[in-house]
């Protein structure tokens, strides 16, 4: 099926391109910025910000978040139940609430800057 990462052969990476910023705004939702419902997913180099509730949300297994700069989120900057989750070098920046909650299994958080 395209557009699914069926397994870590096949992996979905959202990144930016060049030296540029890539903002993700959610002002108008009413959601999560971004939401991962599907596994083998990487998230790099983002900006991520203006959420009504998590600044990212991961509902997916063996997913990976680095290099992302994640402010002004209501809730959790980064939250997952999910399992083997990897977040490296992130910075999170005021968040209603703490900036990780982490309810899976062999998740790893490695360099991570909180503010």
Known sequence: ?????????????YRKYGAG?????GTLSVE??????????SI????IQNSSKDGIRINSDSCVVTGCYIYDVNDF?????????LFERNVIAHTGKDAFEIDGEFCNTYHNTVL
């Open 1 to 13: 099926m395209p557009g699914r990462a069926v397994d870590r052969a096949l992996p979905i990476t």
């Open 21 to 25: 910023r890539v903002i993700v705004d």
């Open 32 to 41: 999560h910025v971004f939401e991962v419902i599907q596994d083998f997913v």
């Open 44 to 47: 790099e180099g983002l900006e």
């Open 77 to 85: 900057g980064i939250s997952t139940d999910s399992d083997g989750i």
